[in-house]
């Protein structure tokens, strides 16, 4: 493609892109990260990318499910009624709501890397601390400011998003839920034998080390091309690019990286413009709606297997005679998991990986919103028959079928929202989604452990009718992005 001179003098003056002073000779050939993106293929490079990259969702995970199986423990050692229990996974989600947005902002501003680097090394650090808290009041913001650098590894997906090629976005990023559900699956079986054993302070401390180690391997990935040709570095963007070729033993495009560079990168009116405006709204309305969904499933889990809520009775179980210990009269229920409460959160976290390849085929072969669609309705669906009178196994499937579903709504919006923003908005578009995500996860808890023992119909159709609403919202979204090049600006 042949470039004006005069109009690309102007360009550069305007950009004021040191790297490339003089116009390529009239006749020359250009491309841009996206043509050079689809040229190198899929790699070596992207093999690599995919494991460090993905291996954030097993930190990630860890960090979130901690609480899970810590919250009995600091129940019984400072006397918690459920309220307080509840407050700290909603103090958690509360900073990664407030830090979403800041850290988006200051990834399209200063990199992804960058932010993606402090957000682990801020994350490590305060969940170490969290092990020294002396009290339930540091517990709870200490962990708040976990969540506040856990929101910051998002910017992993988008680095693998916008080095992938394409066609190999739909099969490659649903894929990183296997990190999801090893993490969660690790988290789950280092309670099992150390929380009995030398106690949940130690669990932190240990499940602290990963997110270290991995920090180590970063410097293996380098800063997204796309993010350096938006701000006018080309030489950063091409020294990437030709890297990438190099280790996947592939020819770089013929002639000279020719992009412009954005002044306007990160600024939250964006998210607003009209060619956005509508898109964002419902993007808004689906994440959290799916947020509300998925802790609601996995919190309604706990309540189901714990108390007596199904089949419309009210009573509550029965007591063993012979435990007359001093926790089983404890006003705040203090009662520590057993062997077959991991086993159940274990059968049920395996229950997110089922529908992986069946939605890895929605999602490239019907498109992101049609398939957004279909599995959010069926969430819904599946809702509402938990309050048929069932089985115990038969509860376990249901819930099974739910923890599959809500995995496989957040696969596919996470891809749609990296894909439907351009490359000046990418990472602000996830961080104002993720947060407000976390508005949806902060409210499940007083859905499913205060409402639902209320009134146990009442609370399914309560998610059964915002997942309606979010089926809703998907089907009608103006914006397919399925094969679609990521955009690079407004």
């Known amino acids: 493609m042949a470039t004006a001179p005069k109009e690309a003098e102007n360009a550069i003056g305007l950009e004021e892109i040191h790297t490339e002073k003089q116009e390529p000779p009239k006749g020359q050939k250009t491309f841009t990260v996206e043509e050079a993106v689809e040229t190198i293929g899929f790699g070596k490079f992207h093999i690599a990318l995919f494991l460090i990259m993905g291996s954030t969702g097993v930190v990630e995970a860890m960090e979130i499910m901690l609480i899970a199986v810590v919250s ?3 129940r019984c050692e400072w006397q918690l009624p459920d309220w307080q229990v509840a407050l700290v996974t909603t103090m958690v989600f509360f900073g990664y709501m ?27 650090y305060f969940s170490l601390l969290t092990s020294f808290a002396p009290s339930y009041v540091w517990f709870v913001f200490l962990r708040a400011m976990v969540g506040g650098g856990v929101s910051g590894h998002a910017q992993g997906l988008i680095i693998k998003t916008e080095f992938l090629p394409t066609k190999y976005r739909g099969y490659m990023l649903p894929l990183s839920q296997v990190f999801w559900l090893a993490g969660s699956l690790l988290i789950i ?32 990935i380098p800063e997204s091309a796309r993010y350096n040709v938006s701000t006018g570095n080309v030489a ?30 990160g600024r939250f009116k964006d998210l607003l413009h009209p060619r956005y405006l509508r898109t964002t709204l419902q993007i808004w309305i689906i994440w959290l709606g799916i947020a509300f969904a998925y802790y609601g499933v996995i919190l309604a889990s706990a309540e189901l297997l714990e108390r007596d809520l199904i089949c419309g009775s009210a009573a509550p179980p029965e007591q063993d005679p012979s435990d007359d210990s001093e926790e089983s009269r404890s006003p705040c229920h203090c009662h520590l998991f ?6 159940t959160m274990i059968i049920s976290t395996v229950g997110e990986i089922a529908l992986n390849p069946l939605n890895i085929l929605g999602i490239n072969f019907l498109g992101r919103r049609l398939s957004l669609c279909i599995t959010m309705g069926c969430t ?6 938990l309050n048929i009178c069932t ?14 579903l809500v995995s496989a709504n957040f696969n596919t919006i996470y891809i749609y929202t990296a894909e439907v923003y351009p490359t000046t908005m990418r990472a602000l578009g996830m961080g104002t989604s993720g947060s407000l995500c976390r508005v949806g996860a902060m409210v499940a808890p007083f859905i499913s452990q205060v409402l639902m023992s209320a009134s146990f119909i009442g609370a399914l159709c309560l998610f059964s009718s915002v997942c309606v609403v979010c089926a809703i919202s998907a089907f009608t979204l103006p914006i397919e992005t399925k094969g679609r090049a990521l955009q690079v600006c407004i």
């Open 98 to 124: 407030v830090f979403s947005i800041v850290l988006g902002l200051l990834a399209d501003r200063y990199g992804r890397w960058k932010i993606l680097l402090l957000s682990f090394l801020w994350a490590a």
């Open 189 to 220: 079986g280092l309670a099992s034998v150390v929380n009995p054993t030398i106690g949940w302070r130690w669990l932190i401390r240990i499940a602290s080390i990963p997110g270290i180690l991995l920090v180590l391997v970063f410097k293996f």
């Open 72 to 74: 009995p423990l600091i």
């Open 338 to 343: 057993g062997p077959a409460a991991y086993q």
């Open 236 to 265: 950063a963007a091409l020294a990437t690019l030709r890297r990438i070729a190099k280790m996947n033993r592939a020819a770089m495009p013929e002639g000279v990286l020719r992009e412009p560079a954005k002044e306007r990168r």
């Open 380 to 385: 819904a669906l599946f809702f509402l028959l």
């Open 391 to 404: 089985s115990s196994t038969g509860m376990i499937g249901f819930l099974f079928m739910l923890r599959a």
